[in-house]
């Protein structure tokens, strides 16, 4: 079940369905079973490995599955939530916080 916040309140509703609300019709987000992104969240101070090189990220999506990846600028400078997922590339290894590499570096 998936949950839509009306003026009267959340109510549950069955993921991709459609149903009559009045005098329209109400699809909802997952009519396509896609994830829906909730939030985009800032990754000041985060890159990704790929390929044991480090990619700077420009933000952290959450989707209401719950599964959150970090985003990456494209090649042409552009920056697409879903696109710009680097977990989708074969060769991610993880996340690291580049304040740890400074560390390392002044150690």
Do not use: C
Request: glycine letters at 12%; hydrophobic letters at 35%; zero cysteines.
């Amino acid at each position: 079940m998936g949950v839509i916040n009306t003026t009267g309140g959340p109510v549950e509703t069955p993921r991709g369905t459609f149903e009559r609300h009045h005098s329209h019709t109400l699809n909802t987000s997952h009519a396509y079973d896609e994830d829906e992104i909730v939030a985009v969240l800032p990754a000041s101070g985060w890159e990704a490995v790929v390929g044991g090189a480090s990619v700077p990220l420009v933000a952290f999506v959450a989707e209401d599955s719950g599964r959150m990846y970090g985003v990456a600028l494209a090649g042409d400078g552009t920056i697409d939530l879903i696109e710009g997922d680097v977990e989708k590339n074969s060769n991610f290894q993880g996340y690291r916080q580049v304040s740890e590499l400074l560390e390392k570096e002044n150690n």
